[in-house]
């Protein structure tokens, strides 16, 4: 049974950092896709950021590119996401995403198993 756990989530101010870990199990996720999406209240999910498992390729979104890294490290099985210069509008429910397939990696939907969530706020 695939699990994939999140932690790292906080409340900031604007300008700091956080790293957010997730932490998964019940396969081998090294040639996996892992995704950080984010949903704010009110709004739909929206991709952040991606990691090919087979590649290393990574594509991170235009709204965080600069500022915010994905990484992984297939020995402990975890998948990173590292968040510098924070702003208000970083403030949402960060969900870690994963996939053995090779499908478009922005969209939510080519994604098949996901964690539960970590809340990140960032006060101004």
């Known amino acids: 049974q695939v699990q994939l756990v999140e932690s790292g989530g906080g409340l900031v101010q604007a300008g700091d950092s956080l790293r957010l870990s997730c932490a998964a199990s019940g396969r081998t996720f090294s040639s996996w896709t892992m995704g950080w999406f984010r949903q704010a209240p009110g709004k739909e999910r929206e991709f952040v950021a991606a990691r090919r498992g087979s590649s290393g390729n990574t594509y991170h979104a235009d709204s965080v590119k600069g500022r915010f890294t994905i990484s992984r490290d297939n020995a402990k099985n975890t998948v990173y996401l590292q968040m510098n210069s924070l702003k208000p509008e970083d403030t949402a429910v960060y969900y870690c995403?994963?996939?053995?397939?090779?499908?478009?990696?922005?969209?939510?939907?080519?994604?098949?198993?996901w964690g539960q969530g970590t809340q990140v706020t960032v006060s101004s």
């Open positions: 995403a994963a996939t053995p397939t090779y499908q478009n990696w922005v969209r939510s939907a080519s994604y098949d198993y």
